[in-house]
């Protein structure tokens, strides 16, 4: 039982570039969420799914896309990589309580 | 709204210590109470919960009690350890159904010295 996968666990990008953070889980968890982590604005959710097929924005969804085609997979894509949008990201899931469970995190730096 | 507020840090203690987190919420309806911890370089873990009014949630020596009348949740450790020294989140749940969204607080920065 791997958990919450997330890769890769580091990524530098050229402003403008595109690319697609992965993120999976083996738990069956119906819930997944994705969130930014900067230092002095705690954790800020971009986008969640409540299940397969189904997505919704959360507090800063502009400039990020997901979907959700599968119960076990939740990619975040960066349509045109901005400096603002360096950041360490962390993939989550959900069991029927609530607890939430984390990926290690990808640090992304944007030049 | 909902939000959660914690103390802000960072707090640092000498090793076996008696630590105070404190966590207090606004929330509609009954929400659910969470605390995580985020060791340096890694993702969070939830550390203890607790659901209801009066439910005291522990694990690995951390306490915390859902008080609704103060709407706190402060966290507690009798004696605490160099390897505790880590970040602590506050959350909160109200959520219905498959929507499991969590209210954050900021975090609070732990470094204990042996």
């Known amino acids: 039982n791997a958990g919450v996968t997330q890769t890769p666990k580091f990524q530098v990008l050229k402003t403008g570039q595109s690319m697609t953070l992965q993120c999976a889980q083996d738990m069956n968890h119906e819930y997944m969420s994705w969130y930014r982590q900067d230092p002095g604005m705690g954790l800020r959710l971009i986008h969640y799914s409540v299940g397969a097929g189904i997505t919704d924005q959360g507090e800063v969804p502009n400039g990020y896309n997901v979907s959700r085609s599968t119960t076990e997979d939740f990619p975040l894509r960066l349509l045109s990589a901005a400096p603002s949008q360096t950041s360490v990201y962390f993939c989550?899931?959900?069991?029927?309580?609530?607890?939430?469970?984390f990926g290690p995190g990808t640090r992304l730096t944007v030049l | 709204g909902n939000s959660v507020t914690q103390m802000e840090g960072p707090v640092t203690l000498s090793e076996e210590a008696f630590l105070t987190i404190n966590c207090t919420y606004t929330?509609?309806?009954?929400?659910?109470l969470f605390w995580y911890v985020q060791y340096p370089g890694e993702g969070l873990q939830l550390l203890l919960k607790a659901t209801k009014a009066d439910d005291k949630g522990s694990n690995k020596g951390f306490e915390a009690t859902y008080r609704k009348e103060t709407t706190s949740f402060h966290l507690e450790k009798g004696s605490v350890q160099v390897s505790d020294s880590a970040v602590y989140f506050c959350?909160?749940?109200?959520?219905?159904?498959?929507?499991?969204?969590?209210?954050w607080g900021l975090g609070t920065s732990l470094a204990v010295n042996p």
């Open positions: 929330a509609t309806g009954y929400p659910s």
């Open positions: 959350a909160l749940s109200v959520s219905p159904g498959n929507n499991r969204k969590l209210i």
């Open positions: 989550a899931s959900s069991d029927q309580a609530g607890s939430q469970f």
